[in-house]
């Protein structure tokens, strides 16, 4: 069945970039997520790139898709300690308005 | 806009009672989604509503879960009876079924089956 596999744990120092990996089984996916959840709180969409895209940049945070490969990265320039969270890849099925589905998470840490 | 509501935040109960989550969705939203956390397993999608209509609840664990959407205002998650391996975080989220489909989840309920 369909699967979005990352990583469980990252951690970086404050101003480094931090790369978080993902990979997926769907080749018609439509549309690919990357979703943040701080403690206690639901998830908050971050960016999304459509599958016919191979880069989106929106400030610090680039998007690439290799499609080719099933793999999606989510890169965050200049880390900050607010940015300790977990990330959430998700995709979203060909034909499918509302089924998403979603990677275990991967918890960054960001130390000072 | 308030978000998307979601009550209680906390429950706890014991193993065979039943247990309510409620779920208020953002004003204009047709789309409303039940899911479920844990550690073990992630964020499942138990079902999904377009328009109050269950378009998917093939994530729905076994007939001791239900959900109901009875207005494009509210819906309910029940559990009956509840067991200790329901014990897990309950996020409800609504999305308009716009080309990307942005989903805004709720800050969830977190269940304690004892």
């Known amino acids: 069945g369909e699967d979005v596999e990352q990583s469980l744990f990252l951690s970086v120092r404050e101003g480094d970039s931090s790369v978080i990996n993902c990979t997926y089984t769907?080749?018609?996916?439509?549309?690919l997520y990357w979703y943040k959840q701080e403690p206690g709180a639901g998830l908050q969409l971050l960016t999304y790139i459509f599958s016919n895209m191979d880069m989106k940049q929106d400030q610090r945070l680039t998007v690439l898709l290799n499609k080719k490969d099933k793999h999606l990265s989510l890169r965050i320039a200049d880390t900050q300690t607010g940015d300790s969270a977990i990330y959430f890849c998700a995709e979203r099925l060909g034909g499918s308005q509302g089924n998403l589905i979603f990677g275990k998470g991967t918890k960054l840490s960001v130390k000072p | 806009d308030a978000g998307v509501i979601q009550s209680p935040r906390h429950e706890v109960t014991e193993m065979g009672q039943e247990v309510t989550l409620r779920c208020k969705p953002i004003s204009g939203h047709d789309y409303l989604f039940w899911y479920r956390q844990t550690m073990m397993r992630g964020l499942e999608l138990l079902i999904y509503f377009n328009n109050n209509v269950p378009i998917d609840d093939s994530g729905m664990p076994e007939d001791r879960f239900s959900a109901k959407m009875p207005n494009a205002s509210f819906s309910t998650l029940k559990i009956q009876p509840s067991e200790p391996r329901d014990s897990a975080v309950y996020f409800c989220?609504?999305?308009?079924?716009?080309?990307?489909?942005?989903?805004?989840f709720g800050p969830g309920t977190r269940l304690t089956v004892l």
């Open positions: 989220a609504s999305s308009q079924g716009t080309v990307y489909n942005e989903q805004f």
């Open positions: 769907d080749s018609s996916s439509t549309y």
